[in-house]
């Protein structure tokens, strides 16, 4: 697998990715709740944010993870890719481009609260709702020091 640094080209692609790795690990969202964040996560994070692509050999994404200074606000992997390492690659290459990362992730996601836990961070606090007041509790990680 390699990392690159994603184009514009790339964002169906990573909406794709998106839309069928949270179908696959976020259990607690209804389909209606996936519909209402599509449009955030297309206009705004894809855009927004400074992403990383995670590809196979022959090129095609199978991940990627999204940056604002040194906090992953996205990382998200095609199911069929999840459990290869590829997660794991892209949190080194934010480490290796930032230092010392943050993340929030939603509390009903117990999958990724122990990925990031394996990954060296600790839970610091928790919001009862998201960012958009919506009853998705968050956990604020940061990672633990040396």
Not at 40 to 47: E, F, H, N, P
Not at 78 to 92: C, D, K, T, Y
Not at 106 to 113: G, I, K, R, T
């Amino acid at each position: 697998m390699i990392i690159r640094e994603a184009v514009p080209a790339d964002r169906d692609a990573l909406l794709e990715i998106w839309l069928r790795s949270v179908r696959a690990t976020h259990k607690f969202l209804t389909e209606d709740d996936i519909q209402s964040l599509l449009p955030l996560v297309r206009d705004a994070a894809l855009v927004e944010l400074e992403l990383w692509v995670l590809c196979s050999r022959s090129g095609a994404p199978v991940g990627f993870l999204g940056l604002a200074e040194a906090k992953v606000e996205a990382l998200f992997i095609a199911p069929e890719w999840i459990r290869r390492g590829g997660g794991r690659l892209l949190i080194e290459h934010a480490r290796q481009l930032r230092g010392a990362l943050t993340v929030d992730v939603n509390e009903q996601n117990p999958d990724a609260l122990s990925f990031y836990r394996a990954c060296g961070f600790e839970v610091v606090a928790r919001s009862a709702v998201d960012d958009a007041g919506r009853p998705f509790p968050l956990l604020h990680l940061r990672e633990v020091s040396p």
